[in-house]
């Protein structure tokens, strides 16, 4: 005869039995009991008991808690002027000025080359109170002068790096 490991649920306070505890009685795990100490369905409504502790109502009517602060991270320069865009239909949106927080926008890779002369682009994302950095590993990378990066566009170490830290505070992010 091959031995097979069964394993039955129990409350706590009763005994589990393995496999080997069945094979030694010679009883089968699925043998009913006439015995009512024994009854399984006891045994889960005990258990469906710990949760109807819950109040259905409350556990639907708590408050979302959504972060309200934004970070996009793009490897492409002409989404600045869609990142803008998003920004300001959020803010339009936001009827009560009191949810809507902090948009960020970090380029990475080859375009922050680009950012030397994406004045107007710059211009929307200003209007659009949108935040730009630039990866600073991207910088390095290819060969672009920290100098001639806008005043305002501030470097970061690492943009993903930096999305994440952002992300550990709560920041919704999108990556493009």
């Not at 100490?37 to 889960?44: A, T």
């Not at 556990?59 to 970070?71: A, K, P, T, V």
């Not at 920004?87 to 890779?109: K, N, P, S, W, Y």
């Amino acid at each position: 005869m091959k031995e097979k490991n069964v394993f039955l649920f129990a409350p706590v306070e009763e005994t589990i039995h393995t496999g080997e505890d069945i094979i030694e009685s010679g009883t089968s795990a699925l043998e009913e009991s006439d015995d009512p100490d024994d009854d399984f369905d006891d045994d889960l409504d005990g258990f469906y008991d710990n949760f109807a502790d819950e109040d259905e109502d409350e556990l639907y009517d708590e408050e979302w808690d959504f972060s309200d602060n934004y970070i996009v991270l793009t490897s492409n320069i002409e989404q600045l002027e869609a990142i803008a865009h998003a920004a300001e239909l959020l803010r339009a949106d936001d009827e009560d000025d009191d949810f809507f927080g902090e948009v960020i926008a970090v380029l990475c890779g080859k375009t922050v080359a680009e950012i030397v002369y994406a004045d107007k682009l710059l211009e929307k994302t200003r209007a659009a109170d949108v935040n730009v950095k630039v990866c600073g590993f991207s910088v390095e990378k290819n060969s672009v002068n920290p100098d001639d990066i806008p005043a305002d566009v501030e470097i970061v170490k690492n943009g993903i790096w930096y999305c994440m830290e952002k992300q550990k505070e709560g920041y919704l992010s999108l990556g493009l």
